[in-house]
């Protein structure tokens, strides 16, 4: 369902977008990528760029994660095209500091210790907590799914099921509350 019609007449004047994407590689790890671009409806200058016209981004930045199914990243890669300073695209580079950090529990102290303040770019770390559940949307479902294969497989050939990997984020959202019907869904199914 859509947002209610807004309350008075009114005019765009700035669009963000964000596109990210999961990918499995050929050799078992995960690329997740995101591109972000920032325009203006408006024509307007710029101290280091000059007149920058109608739809031309002010920002536009690339990240990428090689991450392991382990949710270790490998790698970090950052690239800035468009930027409002001829200085900003000097804190692409810094992002590779995230290489060893692990998705999960402490992933924004991490980022944060690492490229946060002046060592990196306000943009790209905003971004990097939607990569995070983008890289959890890629890789854990391929993974349960051959986990619960496997277990399907060694309980048809008598067996023991080796245990799931799997671990529900309770208390993370109103699906995941801990007296959540969907809660007791998965429960039951990591069960069975």
């Known amino acids: 369902m859509p947002l209610s019609e807004p309350e008075t007449d009114r005019r765009l004047i700035h669009t963000r977008t964000i596109e990210m994407q999961g990918f499995q590689r050929a050799d078992g790890l995960y690329d997740i990528e995101a591109h ?74 991490a980022v944060k210790e690492r490229v946060g303040g002046s060592l990196g770019c306000t943009h790209l770390r905003e971004v990097l907590a939607q990569m995070a559940t983008v890289a959890f949307q890629t890789i854990g479902p391929l993974k349960w799914r051959r986990e619960r294969e496997a277990a399907e497989r060694a309980k048809a050939a008598g067996q023991p099921v080796p245990p799931s990997s799997r671990k529900l984020p309770i208390g993370s959202c109103l699906a995941y509350a801990p007296d959540s019907p969907v809660v007791a869904r998965h429960r039951q199914a990591l069960e069975e």
């Open 36 to 109: 972000l671009v920032d325009t203006k409806t408006y024509a307007f200058e710029n101290m280091d760029r000059g007149a920058i016209p109608v739809g031309e981004p002010l920002h536009g930045m690339w990240l990428r994660l090689v991450v392991g199914e382990d949710m270790v990243i490998r790698s970090c890669e950052a690239s800035t095209d468009f930027a409002p300073y001829a200085v900003c695209p000097g804190a692409a580079p810094n992002f590779s500091a995230l290489a060893g950090v692990s998705i999960g529990l402490g992933f924004n102290r």
